[in-house]
């Protein structure tokens, strides 16, 4: 058994204080030397991690050690009897170069644009050289780099302490960084490499001038204001809102095009993939630049949530990424409608993270065991932690929250520590804070069920709201969570609120009373999702609608058109729904909000995704009817609004590009009216989509109407693909959106799929290029789910396993409710994942395999 379990944490026998590392990149290989100097905390063994290295010498306390002194094996290097205090020397060689999985120090791009860069979370440090690689190992680290001058920029943690040129190689420079924060080596990094930068300065409120620097490709120096601006917003931000100024003289961002995640926080050297870093109006789509912003904030926040105050153990990952995902949540809710950040917020999470809690794949916030720890940065982690952390803060409100949140920097700043501690500094002002744990500890998401009963004569209403959670194998029984439920009751004739109340359900089954209510009102529940949990009210069609017209909260109002789309589509209600009261509330809502809103108009049009919608199916899904039936009732909004599309695609003109929230509306509701009026069959529809196409003065409104022209495939939409092709040739990022609109297109064929995976452009060491075919794909379930369909994807995972293990496993992840399939679909489906059991061997995805198969 290799499952490694968070009850059987010890802390490590030996600290390092401080390591010197250099780093001699050549040709084809990589020589690192390092020096730590240990000091023993606990009796036991000294122990190193090591994988994928050739270790060449080892001395400790300055004389050299033959292979009988230490003990080498299954990726562990270690030394019984060391004395208390060691001075350990290491000589290493690795090869960067044959790097494929990402992990540890690799080379990206190709050519003239070849660089060497890290990645070392949660685990790679231990493939540069033999180190106690976890997180609660924290060291002062030196690094010199030493490489060819055909690499220019030699970039490390801290501060640039020297630099020169080698005495005897006159091709060769080095450069030392010192990194004067303790920090545990999954933050560690280093990039080796030839690249233009763009400069800016924040002062902090300590008075601390900054340095900030965001390094990328020549060809794309110009994309990088929108990031730069992003992270000086952030910087006040958190020194405004969490009194958190930042550390070092120097904050460097590195864009990189072969990354398998989205950024990550190294100290002082954040690396980031290009996707989450670059934006241009004329290349970056709204909601990817949206992204940018959100993910720059996300890794500078780390600086204090991750990076000062770091993880125990990866038991502990939560802790740094369900705070960090809240924060930047917030962040974001600043810059645009707070109603439509926590409508995109949500919707993510019921889209993924729920789908993972309802499967195979389910676990706590915080894991009990693994095998691989990469398969564990998952929507549950990310995403249900925020959540938590999220009715942390709203249960305290605002003042205590930030009591609480100053108490856990003061109490544990430069430490590494757990949830039960970050609980403790927040429960300074309110002990049942510390109830919440269980959230922490039980997967499955809970389902609130309720109903009201008046009584007029009393004039007395009494909510009834009782909790379930399914009981996940392997786990114990489910207990009541504290949910706290935000409430508001509606006046029938008024439509005003009579009263609003936080409700915090900790029991099985409650009932809370209302006095003094002088007719029935209509009851708004879970306002802003106050909580991660799937509600059933006892609602008619009508209250649902009535909430959709008078709901002051802008996020309750699409989430009553999300409950009454579900209920057409899933018949989740007793009565099957029939689409009438959902079109006619919206024929009423629409116009005006267009006018107001446009961007919360776009997003009341939300449809749920057919995976979403698979997610709520246990059994018997069958792809093909959910596709129908979603495209049945898209196409009666789009008839029964019919005259709308053309009077809102009117009053919504091509403009000068401006990223203003209203322009940012206007062209979200743009694209979604076009799409409406080509469902429609309007007239002139076509027509605007190839103005809109030609006229575009930014990637939003060209991507709009490429996207809405292929899906519909309007006459000659080839040829607008070949154009858009042509025109951003030489921009990956760009590229990769022309590959996902043709593998995600409705009617997209396997053979569509094989000759994108066959095209020049493709290039499986890409992560952002598989993805934008291969995850691109699933959003077809018709397709994917069929012999052929599945044979290609599984294909994919199989020639994924030995070269990038990581992302291998994340592809296969998004298969796991294959047994809700409908027959023959399931049979077929188990088969081909049993055939893939036979065809794979990294850990990574033969844990998931092990899991998904195990539904
Ligand atoms: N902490 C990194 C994730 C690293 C994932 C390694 N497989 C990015 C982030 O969450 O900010
Ligand atoms: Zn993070």
């Given at each position: 058994n290799n499952k490694i379990n968070l009850k059987d944490y010890q802390p490590p026998s030996f600290n390092v204080d401080t390591v010197d590392l250099d780093i001699k990149l050549f040709e084809d290989y990589a020589q690192v030397d390092s020096t730590l100097k240990m000091v023993r905390q606990t009796a036991g063994d000294l122990v190193l991690f090591g994988e994928d290295i050739e270790l060449l010498h080892i001395a400790m306390n300055g004389e050299g050690l033959a292979p009988e002194d230490y003990q080498q094996d299954a990726g562990k290097l270690t030394i019984a009897?060391?004395?208390?205090?060691v001075i350990l020397e290491l000589s290493v060689k690795i090869c960067p170069?044959?790097?494929?999985?990402?992990?540890g120090l690799y080379i990206a791009g190709s050519g003239s644009e070849t660089m060497f860069v890290t990645q070392?979370?949660?685990?790679?440090?231990r493939k540069i050289t033999f180190y106690p690689?976890?997180?609660d190992v924290l060291a002062i680290f030196t690094t010199r780099i030493e490489a060819d001058k055909r690499y220019p920029t030699l970039l490390g943690n801290g501060n640039l302490v020297e630099q020169g040129d080698v005495t005897d190689a006159p091709d060769r420079h080095y450069a030392i960084w010192h990194d004067p924060t303790n920090k545990p080596s999954y933050l560690f990094a280093c990039v080796v490499a030839d690249l233009d930068v763009l400069t800016d300065y924040h002062t902090t409120s300590e008075g601390r001038k900054v340095t900030l620097e965001l390094y990328a490709k020549s060809a794309d120096i110009d994309k990088c204001h929108v990031g730069m601006q992003a992270l000086k917003d952030s910087m006040v931000w958190d020194e405004v809102n969490y009194g958190r100024a930042y550390d070092l003289d120097r904050y460097m961002i590195v864009a990189v095009s072969?990354?398998?995640?989205?950024a990550m926080e190294n100290k002082g050297l954040n690396i980031f993939n290009t996707a989450c870093v670059l934006s241009s109006p004329e290349t970056t789509t709204d909601s990817r630049s949206f992204n940018v912003k959100a993910v720059i904030a996300h890794e500078y926040f780390h600086?204090?949530?991750?990076?000062r105050i770091t993880c125990r153990?990866?038991?502990?990952?939560c802790l740094k990424e369900g705070f960090t995902v809240f924060r930047d949540q917030s962040f974001s809710a600043d810059q645009q409608s707070s109603a439509v950040q926590r409508i995109d917020d949500v919707a993510t999470l019921r889209a993924y993270q729920f789908a993972e809690d309802a499967g195979p794949l389910a676990h706590p916030?915080?894991?009990?065991?693994?095998?691989?720890?990469?398969?564990?940065?998952t929507t549950t982690v990310y995403e249900k932690g925020a959540e938590i952390v999220r009715m942390l803060a709203n249960t305290l409100g605002a003042e205590n929250f930030r009591k609480g949140t100053d108490e856990y920097f003061r109490r544990y700043d430069g430490q590494a520590v757990t949830v039960e501690d970050f609980l403790s500094a927040l429960s300074?002002?309110?002990?049942?804070?510390?109830?919440?744990?269980d959230w922490y500890r039980q997967p499955g998401t809970p389902v609130v069920s309720g109903h009201q009963h008046y009584d007029e004569k009393m004039q007395n209403l009494t909510i009834t709201l009782s909790q379930q959670t399914r009981h996940v194998a392997g786990f114990d029984a489910p207990k009541p969570l504290p949910i706290p439920v935000a409430t508001a009751l509606f006046n029938r004739?008024?439509?005003?609120?009579?009263a609003a109340q936080m409700l915090l359900l900790d029991q099985a089954s409650q009932t809370f009373s209302f006095d003094n209510v002088t007719s029935e009102p209509i009851v708004s529940l879970l306002?802003?999702?106050?909580?991660?949990v799937q509600l059933n009210y006892d609602y008619q069609d009508e209250d649902l609608a009535f909430l959709l017209t008078h709901e002051t909260n802008g996020f309750n109002r699409w989430q009553v058109t999300q409950m009454l789309v579900n209920r057409i589509l899933?018949?989740?209600?007793?009565a099957n729904s029939k689409p009438d009261v959902y079109l006619q509330a919206l024929a009423e809502t629409l116009p005006k909000l267009a006018h107001n809103d446009a961007m919360l108009a776009a997003r009341l049009l939300d449809i749920p995704s057919p995976q979403e919608l698979a997610s709520a199916i246990?059994?018997?899904?069958d792809p093909v009817l959910i596709k129908q039936q979603r495209e049945d009732l898209y196409k009666q909004v789009a008839d029964s609004l019919k005259e709308q599309w053309t009077i809102l695609y009117q009053q919504l003109p091509l403009q000068a590009y401006s990223d203003s929230p209203e322009a940012l509306g206007a062209r979200a509701l743009r694209n979604i009216v076009l799409d409406m009026a080509l469902t429609a069959e309007v007239a002139e529809a076509t027509n605007w989509a190839q103005q809109q196409y030609d006229n575009a003065s930014c990637m939003t409104e060209r991507f709009g109407a490429l996207k809405a022209m292929v899906n519909h495939q309007v006459a000659g939409y080839e040829g607008y693909l070949a154009d858009f092709y042509q025109r951003f040739q030489a921009d990956d990022l760009v590229i990769d959106l022309w590959f996902s609109v043709q593998a995600s297109?409705?009617?997209?064929s396997t053979d569509t799929i094989k000759s994108l995976l066959a095209h020049?452009?493709?290039?499986?060491?890409t992560p952002n290029r598989v993805r934008s075919v291969i995850s691109a794909f699933t959003s077809q379930p018709t397709v994917l789910w069929t012999p052929k369909g599945l044979d290609i994807y599984t294909g994919v995972i199989k020639k994924l396993d030995d070269s990038n293990p990581l992302i291998a496993s994340r592809l296969l992840?998004?298969?796991?409710?294959?047994?809700?399939?409908?027959e023959p679909r399931r049979q077929m489906a188990h088969e081909q994942l049993l055939d893939l059991q036979q065809h794979v061997s990294s850990k990574h995805v033969l844990e998931s395999l092990d899991t998904v198969l195990g539904a």
């Open positions: 009897d060391a004395p208390d205090t170069q044959t790097n494929t999985a990402l992990e070392c979370e949660p685990e790679g440090f690689d976890r997180p072969q990354f398998n995640m989205g600086n204090w949530t991750g990076n153990d990866w038991f502990q990952l916030v915080r894991p009990e065991s693994f095998v691989e720890i990469n398969n564990f940065y300074i002002t309110d002990s049942k804070i510390e109830k919440f744990i004739e008024s439509g005003n609120i009579i306002r802003d999702f106050s909580a991660p899933l018949s989740t209600n007793d246990h059994k018997e899904y297109a409705d009617h997209v020049a452009d493709f290039d499986w060491n992840q998004v298969l796991a409710r294959w047994y809700t399939l409908v």
